[in-house]
């Protein structure tokens, strides 16, 4: 597996696009910022979607920090020679000053929200149940459940609500209406 800096990555992209960039993130952390042109196959969807991958053109694997882009890279070398690993993903590339296409409002991965609000309440319930009443404690509980729930199913209810979240919500584009000026709408 070979690493590339960000730099090498910036000035190759320049000249000629001479690879796939592909982003292993989850989705939600492929909209708070990527590299413009890069495609977004979640680690966990790259085996069923191999197919997504040009056979005609090097991969260049892209996470936050190169840690998870290291671990696909690992995983498609049995049958892919030509993976290199930009070496410290978006964080690297945001601190050389080069752009990220940035699609919400957060900076912060869905994932991360969803853990830090369950610690909340579990430390919540805890602290309630020694300071108040030991009923708090069923909060630690269901909490613990629902991440036993989410972990078995796929699905998490916490998650989907805080999609839902205005922090959460995508950019839209606002298209000048023309039509009330009498002029034409483009075509």
């Keep these: 597996m070979k690493e590339i800096l960000a730099s090498e990555l910036q000035a190759q992209n320049r000249a000629t ?68 690993v930009l070496d410290g993903g978006t964080d690297a590339w945001g601190k050389a000053g080069l752009p990220l296409v940035v699609n919400v409002k957060t900076r912060w991965a869905l994932e991360r929200q969803v853990r830090l609000a369950a610690g909340l309440l579990v430390l919540t319930g805890a602290v309630l149940a020694v300071t108040a009443n030991l ?16 972990g078995i199913t796929d699905f998490c209810p916490m998650g989907v609500l805080l999609c839902k979240m205005p922090w959460n919500s995508a950019r839209h584009c606002v298209i000048p209406d023309t039509s009330a000026k009498g002029e034409n709408p483009p075509s």
């Design 17 to 84: 696009r001479q690879s796939q960039w592909v982003d292993v993130r989850s989705p939600s952390e492929f909209a708070a910022g990527h590299l413009p042109g890069a495609v977004n196959i979640p680690m966990e969807q790259i085996e069923a979607r191999l197919n997504d991958l040009r056979p005609d053109l090097p991969l260049v694997l892209i996470c936050k920090s190169g840690k998870r882009a290291r671990l696909v890279a690992g995983y498609l070398q049995p049958c892919r020679q030509d993976v290199a």
């Design 135 to 150: 009923h708090w404690l069923y909060l630690s509980g269901f909490i613990g459940l629902g991440l036993t729930f989410a």
